[in-house]
C-alpha cells in the first residue's frame, strides 16, 4: 500500500509538472503575452513597455520565468483580474461552490441511474431493456449538450412553466427548496452524457464479474440469484466505477461550463466565458491551470479511494 | 500486398474478396460482420445521406441560404415553400441546414484526418521505443487530458483568427490524444511479437518496421478511434460555434445557427429544434459506425 501510493503520488507530482508547463506554454502563446494589458493603455510608449517587461522579468531567459511563475503558482499567487484587480485565486473560490454544486449533482445522479441501468442491462444482457439502454447511451452520447439544456428549457421552462429558466436562485427568496428548483434543470442535462456513460461501463463492470468463478461458487453453494448478483458481483464490480469517477472529471467539467452558459448559471464556467470575452487573461489561465490541477487531484483521490477498498492493490 | 495502406483499405479488400465468399463463411470476416451490426448500418445510411443532401441539396432548394426577406421572417415549417421555415432574417432554415452541415461535416472530417495522422505518429514512436521517450510522450499526453477539452479549445480559439482553416486545426490540435494512446497500446503490444523480431532480424530499419509493418497490424484500431474522433470534431466545432468561437457568421454552421436560436426559443422553436438534431443526427451515425467497426473488427478498446 504504502508503495503503491507513493508510486501514485509521484506520478501526480510528474503531471503537475507537465500541466503547469502547459498552461506557461498557452499563457505566452497569448497575443501579445502577459504584457498584453499594457499595450491597451494609452499613452504606453515602447520604452516603457520595455521598461514594466524588465521589471516583471519577462526579459529573463524563459526557464528562470517558468520557475518564478510555477513557484508562486505553488503558493497561491495567480496574479490579479485585469477587469476588477482581484487576486485570480479568490474570483475563482468565488465561482466554485456554484459549478461543485451542478457536479456534485449531476454527479449523484449519474451513479444512481448509471449503475442501476448497467447493472439491468448487464443482468439482462440483449434484453429489450439492454438493448434500448445501449442505443439510448448512444445517442445521449452524440446530443450536444447545449442544444439539451435549450430543448430543457423550452419545454419545461417556455411551455410548462415548471422549472425557471436560468441563474441560480430567485433574488428575495434563495430558500433551499428555491436552490433545488433552480438546480434540477442544469442538473438532469449535465447528468446526460454522464448517466451514459456510467451506465456503458457499469455493463461491462457487471459483465465482467458475473463471468467470475466465484460467481459460479456463490450460486453452487445454492444461494438466492439477488444475493449473489448484489452481494458478491455488484461489490466487485463498483470497484472500478471509483475510478472512472475520476477519469470522468474533465468531461464532467466541461459539460458543467457548457451547461452554466445556457442557464446562466455564476459557475466557473461563466467566469471563463466571460474572462474570455473581456481577454482577462489572468483569470483564464487561472481557470484552466485550475480545471486541470482539480482534475489531476481527482484522479489521485480516485486511485486512493480504489486502493482503500480494494485489498487487491492494497496487498501489493 | 503492396507498402501504402490507407484507412479504409482493409475494409475495401474484404469487400472485394467476400463477393464470391460461400454462405457458411457469414460472419467471419470484418465486412460481414459490419452488415450485420443494424445500427452500423443504420450509421453508414445517415452518413450518405447527409453528405448527399449537404452537397447536392444547396442546389435543389430554391432558396439562397444568405438571401434576405425581411416579410418573411420567423416564417414556422412548411409555410410559404420552406420547409423548415425561416430565422430572423427570413433566411431559408433548410436551405442554411445543408450549407451549414456541408462546413460542419467537412470540418469534422478534416480535423479528424489531422488528429488521427497526428494521433498515430505520436502514438507509433512512443508505443516502438518506448523506454523514455515513449514514457515522455504517453506522459505529455497524459497532461494535456488533464484539461477539458472544452477549456483548451475556447483558450486557443480566442487566439487565433477564427477561420475555417484554424478552427479545424485547433479541433484537431484537442482531440488526437485518445488516438495516440489507442495506437502506443496496440504498437508496444506488436512490437513483442515474432515478426517484428523477424523484420528486424531482416535488417529492415527501425522506420520501416514502425510504418509499414506495425502500423498496419494496428489499423483496426486506428480507424475505429478514427471514426469516433469524426464525431468528437463535429461535436467540439458545435460547442465553440455555439459559443461564439467557432465559425462567424454570415457563414453558417450547426453550432453558431443555434447560438442564434438561443434568444428566440419562446418564439421560432423550429430555429433551435433542427440544428440540434441535425447535429445529433451526425453524430450519433459516426458513434453506431465506429461501434460497428469496433465488433467486426474486433478492436477492443477501453472506450465506452
Known sequence: ?316 | MSATLRAGDVAMDDAVVLADTPESARGSRPWQRFRHHRLAMFGSAAIFILVLATVVGPWLIPFDELHIDIRNRFAPPLVGGHIFGTDQLGRDLAARLLTAGRLSLAVGFSAMLISASFGTLIGVVAGYYGGLVGAALMRFVDAILCFPTIFLLLVLAAFIVPNVAMITLIIAATAWMEVARIVASQIATLRERDFTLAAEMLGASGTYIMFNELLRNAIGPIIVAATLTVARAILLEAYISFLGYGIQPPMASWGNMLNNAQQYLGSAPWLAIFPGLAITLAVTSFNFVGDGLRDALDARMDIG
Not at chain 1, 444461494?223 to 464532467?252: C, D, F, K, Q, S
Open chain 1, 1 to 316: 500500500m504504502a508503495r503503491y501510493l507513493l508510486v501514485r503520488i509521484l506520478q501526480s507530482l510528474v503531471l503537475l509538472v507537465l500541466v503547469s508547463l502547459i498552461g506557461f506554454a498557452v499563457l505566452h502563446l497569448a497575443p501579445g503575452g502577459p504584457l498584453a494589458q499594457f499595450a491597451l493603455i494609452p499613452g504606453m510608449s515602447q520604452a516603457d513597455i520595455a521598461r514594466i517587461a524588465a521589471q516583471m522579468g519577462l526579459d529573463r531567459p524563459l526557464p528562470i520565468q517558468y520557475w518564478e511563475w510555477f513557484s508562486r503558482l505553488l503558493i497561491g499567487d495567480w496574479g490579479h483580474s485585469y477587469r476588477d484587480s482581484q487576486p485570480v485565486l479568490a474570483v475563482i473560490s468565488a465561482h466554485l461552490p456554484a459549478t461543485l454544486e451542478l457536479m456534485i449533482s449531476a454527479l449523484f445522479i449519474a451513479v444512481v441511474l448509471g449503475v442501476w441501468i448497467g447493472v439491468m442491462g448487464a443482468v439482462r444482457r440483449y434484453s429489450v431493456f439492454d438493448s434500448l439502454a445501449t442505443i439510448g447511451a448512444m445517442i445521449a452520447l452524440s446530443i450536444p449538450t447545449f442544444w439539451f439544456g435549450l430543448v430543457v428549457i423550452y419545454l419545461f421552462s417556455v411551455k410548462l412553466g415548471w422549472l425557471p429558466a436560468g441563474s441560480r436562485f430567485t433574488i428575495g427568496d434563495g430558500s433551499f427548496l428555491d436552490y433545488v428548483h433552480h438546480l434540477i434543470g442544469p442538473a438532469l442535462v449535465l447528468a446526460l452524457v454522464e448517466v451514459a456513460i456510467w451506465s456503458r461501463y457499469m455493463r461491462a463492470s457487471m459483465l465482467d464479474a458475473i463471468s467470475q468463478d466465484y460467481i459460479r461458487t456463490a450460486q453452487a453453494k445454492g444461494l438466492p440469484r439477488r444475493i449473489v448478483l448484489l452481494r458478491h458481483a455488484l461489490r466487485n464490480a463498483l470497484l472500478p466505477m471509483i475510478t472512472l469517477a475520476g477519469l470522468e472529471l474533465p468531461t464532467l467539467l466541461g459539460g458543467a461550463l457548457v451547461t452554466e452558459t445556457v442557464f446562466t448559471w455564476p459557475g466557473m464556467g461563466r467566469l471563463f466565458l466571460d474572462s474570455l470575452s473581456y481577454r482577462d487573461y489572468p483569470v483564464v489561465m487561472g481557470l484552466l491551470t485550475f480545471s486541470a490541477l482539480l482534475v489531476l487531484f481527482g484522479n489521485l483521490l480516485a486511485d486512493l479511494c480504489c486502493a482503500l477498498a480494494d485489498p487487491r492493490i492494497r496487498l501489493t
